[in-house]
Nanobody
Framework: QVQLVETGGGSVQDGGSLRLSCAAS????????MGWYRQAPGKQRELVAQ???????MYADSVKGRFTISRDNVKNTVYLQMNRLKPEDTAVYYC???????????????WGQGTQVTVSS
């Protein structure tokens, strides 16, 4: 299996910063895209940012210019640096990766357990 463990969530005030980390471990042959999603109460889960194995990135319009995604392919870890946080960024943040467990077969999506980010005004 592939396990994703997120760390770095917490509570900050409006305008503050947090850095999320997510380490993938287990039966991993290779990891394609890695990303962060979030889900606020009463809302659907949405993509926040995604990064390819070759470091191509994409961001939700709501976080462009404030959040930065990066990854360490040696450590199988993805990061999300969140600056100028706003109350509307409050959500549970989930790590996601698309990984293969062997040189043959298909890649699958895996999810972390989620970490709470709360931004107070």
């Amino acid at each position: 299996q592939v396990q994703l463990v997120e760390t770095g969530g917490g509570s900050v005030q409006d305008g503050g910063s947090l850095r999320l980390s997510c380490a993938a471990s287990g039966s991993i042959f290779s990891i394609n895209a890695m990303g962060w999603y979030r889900q606020a109460p009463g809302k659907q889960r949405e993509l926040v940012a995604q990064i390819s194995r070759s470091d191509n990135t994409m961001y939700a319009d709501s976080v462009k210019g404030r959040f930065t995604i990066s990854r360490d392919n040696v450590k199988n870890t993805v990061y999300l640096q969140m600056n100028r946080l706003k109350p509307e960024d409050t959500a549970v943040y989930y790590c996601n990766c698309n990984a293969r467990k062997s040189s043959v077969g298909y890649a699958n999506d895996y999810w972390g357990q989620g970490t709470q980010v709360t931004v107070s005004s």
